[in-house]
């Protein structure tokens, strides 16, 4: 039994392993909203263990977000990233002693505009995206004169271009 079980604990590593780093980042924030979800749900249902057991995790993975931007990056983008992750380390254990889901669907609310500048910038370019198509801001960047792109742009579109992800 305990050898099937290590056996199996192995082959997840293996598993997780040859998964593109790119695409590990898009399923932790998955990951992450599914968990504020079912946290939610389990203060709904009065369940303090289901409320707990997803606090957990979500709170895993987003300490597991924030380890995987590189320390020596200090770029505009990698600070805000690893304040905002800081800001939701202090705020997501709270949650376990006053029930609020405000604070759930606040930092959900974050994560799903990661999510989704995650796949207009980084699944594209590394080629992962579902349809393989370039968002109209890429196409509308790459036309863009030289010094055109020198001007800072929207907190949206830095928030992760320079961000170095280390996995």
């Known amino acids: ?74 770029s505009e983008a990698a600070e805000f990233l690893r304040g905002l992750y800081s800001a939701m380390l202090v705020e997501l254990p709270k949650v376990s002693i006053s029930n609020d889901p405000m604070v759930l669907r606040r930092a959900a609310g974050y994560i799903r505009e990661l999510k989704k500048i995650w796949e207009e910038t980084a699944l594209v370019e590394s080629g992962l995206a579902g349809g393989q198509q370039r968002p109209a801001a890429v196409a509308a960047d790459e036309a863009m004169p030289a010094e055109e792109k020198m001007k800072p742009g929207p907190a949206a579109s830095v928030a992760v271009s320079g961000v170095s992800v280390s996995i």
Do not use: F
Not at 9 to 26: D, N, T
Not at 56 to 73: H, M, Q, S, W, Y
């Open 1 to 74: 039994m305990v050898v099937n079980h290590a056996l199996d604990a192995y082959r997840q590593v293996e598993k997780q392993a040859s998964i593109h780093p790119v695409k590990l980042i898009h399923m932790m924030y998955e990951r992450v909203l599914t968990h504020l979800e079912y946290a939610e749900a389990a203060i709904r249902e009065g369940s303090p263990r289901k409320r707990g057991e997803n606090l957990g995790r979500a709170i895993a993975l987003v300490t597991e977000l924030n380890a995987a931007i590189k320390p020596e990056d200090e």
